[in-house]
């Protein structure tokens, strides 16, 4: 900065002086400060007030407060929907957070409500009496049980790893597809156009699903998915070759289940969040799962073609 060596003196009346007093006091700047700025055209923007400051204090609790729910969540898996409200309300409490209203996004059903829809579909699939045989057996009174435990099995399968972008759409049409190929080798041709359906709704959600999705499958897509792959399945009698191909959800399922037991421990569940949880990538963890897909699908057809 160059040195000020010129002196300049002006003559103010009161009102003036006391003018000038205010509005360098309120920029937090002296007097000659205040009138170098105004020289070299800047005007000085006043000084927010202590009160400003304290609200940008509480805006960073908060800040931090919310990042400590998304960590207990990432660690956990869920959101403590009972905790996040204590911390709300005592916020409320506080006098640091206001609520002006409240917009319910939407009303998540119950795990009771949806197992019995699951159970629902199961049976109305019964009802209809095209499951009679299964690998080569007559079920009997057993069709019901069969259908029900393979509907709530696959439906679960489906929405358990509908976690990551494209990764439940993208499996079930890998199997879909797999499912057609092996029939088309069987010479079951009454099964394939259900399986081109199913082939066709995951291609064309996975337009929109794929990374980064733009649309979610949520309850409702992995239902569909879900009970249409199992009564497909069921319908053709391919049971054996059907839970080869959609092995990867299984084994995921089985991996939750153990950790539920205590048996295994993660850190995040299902297996999918663990992997990236560890640091591999949600794209590379998506491809590897449809990878190991491909390859079961492919292992069965061989079978079929070579030993069978």
């Given at each position: 900065m160059r040195s000020r060596r010129i002196k300049k003196?002006?003559?103010?009346?009161?009102?003036?002086?006391?003018?000038?007093?205010?509005?360098?006091?309120?920029?937090?700047?002296?007097?000659?400060?205040?009138?170098?700025?105004?020289?070299?055209?800047?005007?000085?923007?006043?000084?927010?007030?202590?009160?400003f400051y304290e609200e940008i204090k509480n805006i960073r609790n908060i800040g931090n407060n919310i990042n400590q729910i998304a960590r207990i969540a990432n660690a956990?898996?869920?959101?403590?929907?009972?905790?996040?409200?204590?911390?709300?309300?005592?916020?409320?409490?506080?006098?640091?957070?206001?609520?002006?209203?409240?917009v319910p996004i939407k009303t998540e059903p119950g795990e009771l409500e949806k197992i019995i829809c699951q159970i629902?579909?199961?049976?109305?699939?019964?009802?209809?009496?095209?499951?009679?045989?299964?690998?080569?057996?007559?079920?009997?009174?057993?069709?019901?049980?069969?259908?029900?435990?393979?509907?709530?099995?696959?439906?679960?399968?489906?929405?358990?790893?509908?976690?990551?972008?494209?990764?439940?759409?993208?499996?079930v049409g890998i199997a879909s597809f797999a499912c057609c190929c092996y029939l088309y080798l069987c010479g079951n041709m009454a099964g394939i156009p259900v399986f081109i359906i199913l082939t066709g709704l995951c291609l064309g959600f996975l337009v929109f699903n794929k990374y980064p999705a733009s649309i979610f499958m949520g309850d409702t897509g992995s239902f569909v998915?879900?009970?249409?792959?199992?009564?497909?399945?069921?319908?053709?009698?391919?049971?054996?070759?059907?839970?080869?191909?959609?092995?990867?959800?299984?084994a995921s399922v089985v991996v939750s289940l153990l950790h539920r037991a205590n048996i295994i421990k993660l850190p995040v569940e299902p297996l999918h969040h663990t992997l990236n949880h560890y640091g591999m990538s949600e794209r590379k963890i998506v491809l590897s799962y449809w990878g190991?897909?491909?390859?079961?699908?492919?292992?069965?057809?061989?079978?079929?073609?070579?030993?069978?």
């Open positions: 003196q002006i003559w103010l009346n009161d009102e003036e002086e006391y003018i000038m007093k205010c509005k360098s006091q309120a920029v937090g700047m002296n007097a000659s400060d205040y009138i170098r700025h105004l020289i070299v055209g800047y005007k000085p923007k006043e000084k927010p007030s202590e009160q956990k898996g869920v959101i403590d929907i009972p905790h996040l409200k204590k911390e709300i309300d005592k916020l409320v409490e506080e006098g640091k957070v206001e609520i002006i209203g409240e629902l579909l199961g049976v109305l699939l019964g009802l209809t009496g095209v499951v009679t045989t299964i690998g080569g057996f007559n079920l009997g009174i057993l069709a019901f049980p069969v259908v029900i435990i393979a509907i709530l099995g696959c439906i679960n399968c489906v929405n358990l790893i509908d976690g990551m972008d494209g990764l439940a759409a993208g499996i998915l879900g009970t249409g792959y199992a009564a497909a399945v069921l319908i053709s009698d391919i049971p054996y070759f059907g839970v080869l191909a959609l092995g990867v959800p299984i190991v897909t491909v390859l079961l699908c492919v292992i069965g057809i061989l079978v079929q073609l070579y030993i069978f």
